[in-house]
């Protein structure tokens, strides 16, 4: 074989690994069927891919415990159980409180 030919080779067999591996992460990534996305439950470094607010696009990169925009798969009917579980992204931005009406005079 000349050098070209085995680099092309090589080149082939690395772009088919590749592609293997990334299909079977991709599957990974997203929650099946029987799951469903649960936002504000996850511990930091422990969320399930990337963050609903773009941050970061990866598992395992929640910077904080309970964010509202990191989620994790659970079982279908679970997260709504949980406190501050919740099945849609929550602001990372908590409302400003109502201010007290004035006392009467």
Same mark, same amino acid.
């Given at each position: ?11 082939a ?7 293997? %591996?990334? #299909?079977?992460? &991709?599957?990974a990534?997203g929650?099946? !069927? ?5 936002y504000?439950v996850?511990? *930091?470094?422990?969320n399930?891919? %990337?963050? #609903?607010?773009? &941050?970061?696009g990866?598992?395992g990169? !929640?910077?904080?415990?309970g ?5 994790? *798969? ?15 992204p ?5 409302p400003?409180?109502?201010e007290?009406? *004035?006392?009467a005079?």
């Open positions: 074989m000349t050098n070209t030919k085995k680099i092309n080779t090589l080149l067999g690395a772009v088919a690994a590749m592609t293997i %591996g990334m #299909a079977g992460h &991709a599957a990534m929650p099946d !069927a029987e799951k469903e996305k649960c504000g996850a511990k *930091a470094g422990k399930d891919c %990337g963050s #609903a607010d773009k &941050a970061h990866c598992a990169l !929640a910077k904080v415990d964010s509202g925009v990191e989620w994790i *798969a659970l079982p279908k009917g679970l997260c709504e159980k949980l406190v501050n579980g919740s099945l849609e929550v602001s990372a931005e908590a400003a409180p109502a007290a009406p *004035a006392a005079e």
